[in-house]
C-alpha cells in the first residue's frame, strides 16, 4: 500500500492536492495513524506543552479560554463544536446510505474514495484555521475528519493529562471528558492554583472570600479523587497552605496509590516565620494514601510537610527528591531523614532548599543513637554466633547521586552534613547560599575528601591517598548563584574545577573576583599578576548574569589567547625534550608530533558557547567580535528565581550543551587515571617494598 502511493506522488508536485480528494495518509492502516497520534501527543508534551503558553503572548487572546490561542473560545464551545461535529458524521453517513437528498448522494465520492472532514467554525474575525494549530493535539487530530476522530477517541493514552487552573471554571467539562476517554490508562494529573499578581489584586476587589478557590478544589478532587488507582502523577500547587491542608486531608483518606510514580506539592506562601504556620494544621493524623505507594519514584515538597515516621512506608525507592522550604520544626529528624536517602540507592538528583534534617550534628547524633539497637551476628570462630551491637552512625552513601541543588543559609549546618554524605558519582552542583560565611565550606570542597571515593567496603579504615580527591573535581556542570566566602576560597574552588565544561555565575550577587580568575589574573583583576595556571582548561559553556557584553568579551579573548600560548609552548617543549628516534624505531618525527600536540591540546579547551542575560548590555559589535573568536553567542531570558526557573536547575544542563557522554567520557577517565595509580603504587612497592598510601 505504501509503495502505491509513493508511485501515485510525483516528488514535483507534493504540494498540489491529490485529485478526487484524495487523502494518501488515510490510507494508511488505523494502527499506524494510531502510532502517529499517540507520538504526537508524546512529542508535544516532551516540548513543554509550548501551546498552553501562547495566552501568555498573544494580547488577543481571551484570558478565560483555557484553550490559548482561541479567541473568545471556551472550552464548553469546543465540546459544542464536538456535538456539532457528532451530529455532522449522523447526517453524512446518513446521506452516505440513501437517505436525504438525492443530490447529495449523487454528487457525493464514494466512503472508500473520500472521507468527509469536519472543521471547525470559524470565528469571526477569520482566522480560525491559525487558531486550531494552538489547541492541543488530540484535540486538533480529533477534529479533522471521521476516521481520525475515530481513532483519536478510541486512543486512551491521547487524552491522560488533566490539567486544572485557576482561571478555569466549573463545571470542567474538558476534563471530564478527557478522564472518560482515557478510560484506565495512567493519569497525569496537575492543578495550578496560584495567583499572578494581577490576579490576585482582582480577586481582592471582587472576592471576599477567605480563601477563594477552596470550593473549585472541593469540585476538582470530586472528579479526580475516584480515578486515584490510575495516577501516574499529581502535581498541585497552591499560594496558601490554607488550601494544601484539604487536598491532603483527601489524600489520607486513599486506600492507596498503586501506580503513582510522581507526587509533587508545592505552597508557594511567601512568610519569614520561624515556626511553621497555620499551626492548627501543623500535626498531622493521617498518612498520604495509607502509606500505600510503592512505584513512586520522584517526590517534590515545597513548604509542605509530612508525618515523616509513618511516611517512610513510601518515601523509598527514590530516583528525584526535592524538599524545600520547611521551617525548623517541621523538618523530618537526622535519622529519618537517612532512612529516606539510604533506603533510595537509584537516588539520582537531591534538592534541598532551606529544608533537610533538623538540628545540628549534636542532634543528628542523638537522632541516630535512639533508635531500637541493632545487632550484627558475629561467629567466635567454633561455630556459635553472638550477637555484636552495631554503633550508630550518621553517614549517608549516594551511590548513584549525580545532581544536586542546595539554598541554605547556615555555613556550619550545611559543612556538617556535607561531611556525612558520600557522592562519589555526583557531577552536578547548584549552590545559591547567602547570610553566612561559607569560607570553611568552601575548605571542605575543595580538600581531598573520602566522600568521593567509590570504594565501599568495611575492610579497610583509612582511604588511600591517591583515591581521595575534592569534591569538586568530580564537577562537570557548576552553577553558583551566591557563595559568600573570601578571595583565596574562590581561587580554591576554580583551581579544584579541573573538569568542568559548564560554568554559570550570577555577577549580581557574585563578586568580580570569578571573572579576574576565569581570565587568568590575580583576585584584584591585575593582568600584571597572573595566576599560577590557567584555571578550568575544560571549560566550554560560560553563562552569565550580571556581565556586560565588553567582559564577557575580555574573558573569551583572554582565555583564547592564553590557551594558544600554552598550546604552543608545551608542544614546543615536549618536542625539544624528546630523543632523536633510533634507525629501527618505527615512530617517525611527524608522528611523533602530532601525538604531542594532541595531548597539549586535550589539556585545554577554549570556549566554544556564551550565554548572557537579555538585561545585560551587549552590543552588535560585541556579539560579532565574540563570533569571531569561534564562540556562539545565545541571549536568554533571565527568571524571577535565579536559581531555577519553571522547569529546574538541572534543565540548564541541555542549554549549557551538557551530554551525557560528557558524564560517560569522565567516568572513563576515572577509570583510567584510577589504573593509572593502582600501577604506579605496584611500581613503588616493587621498587622500595614501601606503598605510597597514608
Known amino acids: ?83 456539532q461535529a457528532r451530529q455532522l458524521e449522523e ?86 471528558a478527557y478522564i472518560s476517554r482515557s478510560k484506565n490508562a495512567p493519569l497525569d494529573i496537575s492543578i495550578d492554583f496560584t495567583l499572578d499578581e494581577d490576579d490576585d489584586d482582582d480577586d481582592d476587589d471582587d472576592n471576599d472570600m477567605d480563601f477563594p478557590g477552596l470550593p473549585e478544589l ?67 493524623d493521617f498518612v498520604l494514601f495509607h502509606g500505600n505507594a510503592p512505584n513512586l519514584t520522584h517526590v517534590s515538597l515545597w513548604g509542605v510537610h509530612l508525618k515523616w515516621e509513618e511516611s517512610l512506608t513510601f518515601l523509598h525507592g527514590l530516583e528525584d527528591l526535592e524538599l524545600a522550604y520547611h521551617t525548623e520544626d517541621v523538618r523530618p529528624s537526622y535519622r529519618q531523614f537517612q532512612r529516606m536517602l539510604m533506603s533510595s540507592p537509584k537516588l539520582e538528583v537531591l534538592s534541598l532548599k532551606y529544608s533537610g534534617p533538623r538540628g545540628g550534628p549534636v542532634d543528628w547524633l542523638e537522632s541516630v543513637s535512639s533508635q531500637s539497637e541493632q545487632t550484627t551476628p558475629v561467629e567466635d570462630g567454633q561455630g556459635e554466633q553472638s550477637q555484636v551491637v552495631a554503633a550508630p552512625s550518621t553517614q549517608i552513601t ?30 552536578t552542583l547548584a549552590l545559591d547560599l547567602e547570610g553566612d560565611d561559607f569560607t570553611e565550606f568552601v575548605n571542605f570542597l575543595t580538600r581531598p575528601s573520602s566522600t568521593t571515593s567509590t570504594t565501599t567496603s568495611s575492610s579497610s579504615s583509612t582511604t588511600s591517598s591517591s583515591t581521595r580527591k575534592p569534591l569538586l573535581s568530580n564537577i562537570l556542570h557548576l552553577k553558583i548563584t551566591d557563595l559568600p566566602c573570601s578571595d583565596s576560597s574562590i581561587e580554591k574552588i576554580i583551581d579544584a574545577l579541573d573538569s568542568v565544561s559548564s560554568l554559570n555565575l550570577n555577577f549580581n550577587y557574585l563578586p568580580r573576583t570569578w571573572a579576574y580568575l576565569l581570565q587568568g589574573y590575580g583576585a584584584n583583576g591585575n593582568p600584571e599578576t597572573p595566576t599560577p595556571r590557567l584555571y578550568l582548561p575544560k571549560l566550554q559553556t560560560l553563562t552569565t548574569r550580571g556581565l556586560d557584553g565588553n567582559e564577557v568579551l575580555g574573558i573569551v579573548k583572554t582565555r583564547h589567547e592564553k590557551i594558544e600560548a600554552i598550546i604552543k609552548s608545551q608542544a614546543q617543549s615536549q618536542s625539544q625534550s624528546q630523543p632523536e628516534p633510533s634507525s629501527s624505531s618505527t615512530t617517525t618525527p611527524s608522528t611523533t608530533t602530532s601525538s604531542q600536540e594532541a595531548k597539549s591540546k586535550s589539556a585545554y579547551v577554549p570556549l566554544k558557547r556564551v550565554q548572557l ?62 589504573d593509572e595509580e593502582d600501577e604506579d603504587e605496584d611500581e613503588e612497592v616493587d621498587g622500595d617494598g614501601w606503598s605510597d598510601v597514608d
Open 613 to 674: 542575560e537579555e538585561n545585560d548590555d551587549i552590543t552588535t559589535e560585541e556579539e560579532e567580535e565574540l563570533r569571531k573568536c569561534g564562540v556562539e553567542v545565545e541571549v536568554f531570558e533571565g527568571s524571577d528565581d535565579e536559581v531555577e526557573d519553571e522547569d529546574g536547575i538541572f534543565q540548564l544542563l541541555e542549554m549549557d550543551g551538557f551530554d551525557e557522554e560528557d558524564v560517560d567520557d569522565f567516568d572513563d577517565e576515572e577509570e583510567d587515571e584510577q
Open 398 to 427: 549516594l551511590p548513584v547521586l549525580t545532581e544536586l541543588l542546595i539554598e541554605c543559609d547556615k555555613a556550619p549546618w550545611l559543612t556538617a552534613l556535607f561531611e556525612r554524605i558520600s557522592m562519589p558519582r555526583l557531577h
Open 91 to 176: 447526517k453524512v453517513e446518513r446521506e452516505g446510505n440513501g437517505v436525504g437528498p438525492s443530490s447529495s448522494s449523487s454528487s457525493k465520492p464514494q466512503a472508500e474514495e473520500k472521507v468527509e472532514v469536519i472543521t471547525l467554525p470559524e470565528e469571526g474575525d477569520g482566522k480560525a484555521g491559525s487558531e486550531a494549530k494552538k489547541l492541543p493535539f488530540e484535540i486538533l487530530v480529533s477534529h479533522v475528519c471521521k476516521l481520525w476522530r475515530d481513532i483519536a477517541l478510541s486512543l486512551p493514552t491521547l487524552w491522560t493529562q488533566i490539567e486544572f487552573r485557576e482561571k478555569h471554571k466549573p463545571p470542567y467539562a474538558k476534563a471530564l
Open 1 to 83: 500500500m505504501g509503495q502505491n502511493i509513493m508511485n501515485n506522488t510525483q516528488p514535483s508536485s507534493l504540494e498540489i492536492p491529490p485529485a478526487n480528494g484524495r487523502c494518501y495518509i488515510n490510507e494508511l492502516p488505523p494502527e499506524l495513524l494510531a502510532n502517529i497520534f499517540e507520538l504526537g501527543v508524546e512529542m508535544e508534551r516532551s516540548d513543554g506543552d509550548e501551546w498552553e503558553d501562547v495566552d501568555d503572548d498573544d494580547e488577543a487572546v481571551d484570558s478565560d479560554s483555557p484553550f490559548p490561542g482561541s479567541r473568545k473560545r471556551t472550552l464548553n464551545d469546543v465540546l459544542h463544536e464536538e456535538e
Open 218 to 284: 472541593k469540585m476538582i478532587g470530586d472528579i479526580v479523587l475516584p480515578h486515584v488507582e490510575h495516577w501516574r502523577s499529581f502535581e498541585l500547587l497552591v499560594d496558601d497552605y490554607h488550601l494544601m491542608h484539604p487536598v491532603l486531608l483527601k489524600l489520607g483518606q486513599c486506600p492507596s496509590a498503586p501506580i503513582l510514580e510522581t507526587l509533587l506539592l508545592y505552597c508557594h506562601e511567601e512568610t519569614e516565620l520561624d515556626e511553621f504556620y497555620p499551626p492548627e494544621f501543623k500535626e498531622q
